[in-house]
């Protein structure tokens, strides 16, 4: 070491390493005054929602993480107000818990703040998936999703929904099985004969194979080097695009328009032009539609079990009402119709509150596209701006006693704009009516059939990436004993 350091390299090192060992600190400090200046300036006229922004970088990234969201939220609420500032995963965001300053974000000025996702979940779905876009080409797209999901559309997929469930429920029987992992399953079906058409391709084993290795990347790290999950699923999505591309060009060539929404999009011509979409538009809303589909589906009806097993007057009501359907269905020698479905108001309203309770898509994020005078204050440019419809489905004003699962507060329609588990104005979802019919079709003959037990004990929420009961809710079911039942 000595040696070293009398040699004029090692001197020289000496005198950096010296110099540097100040100079970092300072730079550092002076670059950290720069972004709190940068963050914190403002024209002086105008006047930024309150709140905290946090450590440089960093802001309140770490709180959010290492808090309970629920109570991130309304702490923040509490001091600041319903509009709110803070700084999250590298963005300066404004929170919004006030209905209507949620509806002019969603509806009214929807204009002024576009969707906004991370790139890497922009590269995983695809581009011209419709949830990027604003303007011509998004309305055209969502007329089109929309379309494929009105329950005119969908009143014929009854009885093949109901097959999916009447081969999946006997595999739960007399085992222990994750809810969730099994209601994805049970989504994913149903997601794939509403994207392609009961009419199995025979890429369809292909497709649901590239699709799963695509979702296990979807919430890795965005690292694409070799090995990573995130690689792994980018080739997977490359695959994805060929096979889908073979099966749009044979559906082209064969002429065959039949078939969910892969049918509607193959059959869409703009108006003016006469435009087709072309393969890589098609690929790519598909393969969000099925993303957007499953996962939510599967996380609310996790949720649904557990609200049913956690309160057993509620779920023999519920089976009261789905056994007065099962008879007729029975004396009638027929299975489970549109109809049908439009008579179960108790178990509509279940999932209403479940929706409400859990609140799986806690907020939305948007980007201001331009600097915006809103509510009184001040919104920069590219500063992110998220609704949180978790807040509000849990604020006590709108929902009395909001902790409680009581599905009968749906028997009057809750406030304007203050439910909103499917969002609201332009980006709202257009598969809500697919998912409570898929909900509704799996709890008629779960509950008629079957009852369940928790394993495990296990309370608690954990993130995958909805919020959903610990380890996806691990349960044992059984056939139900009906004469225990009045
Ligand atoms: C219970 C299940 C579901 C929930 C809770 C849910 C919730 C939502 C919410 C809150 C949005 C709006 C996001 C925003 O404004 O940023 C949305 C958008 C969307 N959802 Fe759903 N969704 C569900 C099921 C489905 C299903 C079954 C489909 C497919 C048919 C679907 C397709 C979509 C699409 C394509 C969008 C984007 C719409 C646009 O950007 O214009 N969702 N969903």
New binding site residues.
Partial sequence: MQLSLSTPFAFATLRYSQVAIVMVPVLFCCFSLLLLFLQWHHPKDKRLPPGSMGWPYIGETLKLYTEDPNSFFSDRQKRFGDIFKTHILGCPCVMISSPEAARIV?VTRAHLFK?TYPTSKEKMIGPEA??FHQGPY?SRL?KL?QAS?LPSAIRGSVSKIEQIVLRLLPTWKSNTINTLQEMKKYAFDV?MI?AFGAKQDLEMDGIKHLYRCLEKGYNSMPLDLPGTPFHKAMKARKLLNETLRKLIQKRRESGRREGGLLGVLLGAKDQEKLNQLSDSQIADNII??IF??HD??AS?LTWILKYLHDNQDLLEAVTREQELIRSKIVEANRGLTWEDTRSMPLTSRVIQET?RTAS??SF??REAVQDVEFEGYFIPKGWKVLPL?RSIHHCADFFPQPEKFDPSRFEVPPRPNTY????N????????E??KLEMLILLHHLTTTYRWQTVGGEDGIQYGPFPVPKLGLPIRVNRRNKAAIS
Avoid: E, Q, R, W
């Fill in positions: 969603l969707p419709l949830f998004h969502k999703v999901f997601a509403s969000g539609v957007a589909a939510t589906t609310v929706l799986i898509l939305t994020f419809f909103m588990p499917f969002g104005g332009v980006h709202s979802c257009p598969g809500s697919l998912a």
